[in-house]
């Protein structure tokens, strides 16, 4: 049977989700409690690749087993195996063809600021902290240039060396200082695409870019002009749509 489950973890003391030789990944940690379950060599199938240090409310993952007991059981012998920063949060049986990357609909991610004077050690871990005072209107203004369909080279790349194009459902900036969140809807995403789109749009909350500037940015497919990447301890995948359907926390 194919079952696919909705996965929560923090990414911060991770080499991203994807199985690596030199890195704990989450890959790694939910293949090595499934085998202790169900006592097979179990491969599994992610939504998204999150990188070294990004978190996740609602990555989607798919496997095969031939567990024979109840899902819920599943469910609750891994979570008392896995590490206290990974957890499944819900389980169910799926198609036997159903691929949690190719068919999905879109995908959601969250990117938090702390925007305060002062640094507060609580909100280190899941966000960045920025001390400057930002415009917030004008990086929401910026943000709307992103939604379409476009070309969107100058944040990041394939990762298969592919297309750059991607459609961008929605792009908004919620929330009042010290707590900012900047949600980000799209079919697919390129190779740090999230991360580079914030740190481009902080330059314009700095009043380091214009929002013109920052379209122009955009049309000019040139990743040498985009601002700096922002550190992947404030992005989370927050949600994977599917047709008829969303698996989310």
Not at 46 to 66: E, I, K, L, N
Not at 109 to 136: F, I
């Amino acid at each position: 049977m194919r079952v696919r489950a909705v996965v929560a973890y923090d990414g911060t003391d991770y080499g991203g989700f994807q199985r690596q030789a030199n890195a704990p990944t989450i890959q790694a940690a939910l293949e090595t409690a499934l085998a202790q379950v169900t006592r097979e060599r179990i491969n599994i199938l992610a939504a998204g690749r999150t990188d070294a240090g990004v978190h996740a409310a609602g990555q989607v993952v798919a496997f095969d087993t031939a567990w024979r007991h109840g899902l819920g059981d599943l469910q609750r012998a891994l979570n008392a195996l896995l590490p206290a920063d990974i957890a499944i949060q819900e389980i169910e049986e799926a198609a036997p063809d159903f691929h949690p990357r190719y068919d999905a609909r879109s995908r959601r991610y969250r990117y938090t600021l702390y925007n305060a004077p002062m640094r507060w050690p609580l909100a280190r871990r899941y966000s960045l902290h920025v001390a400057a005072p930002l415009d917030v209107v004008a990086m929401q203004q910026a943000a709307q240039a992103l939604v379409g369909e476009h070309d969107f080279a100058a944040f990041g790349r394939s990762p298969q060396g592919g297309s750059t194009v991607r459609r961008v459902l929605t792009a908004e900036w919620c929330g009042e200082p010290p707590w900012l969140t900047f949600d980000i809807e799209a079919n697919a995403f390129l190779y740090r695409m999230v991360r580079s789109i914030v740190g481009t749009l902080l330059q314009v909350g700095r009043d380091r870019m214009s929002v013109e500037e920052f379209a122009a940015v955009l049309a000019s497919c040139d990743r040498s002009r985009a601002g700096p990447t922002a550190p992947p301890h404030g992005l989370c995948l927050m949600e994977v749509k599917y047709l008829g359907s969303s698996m989310q926390v």
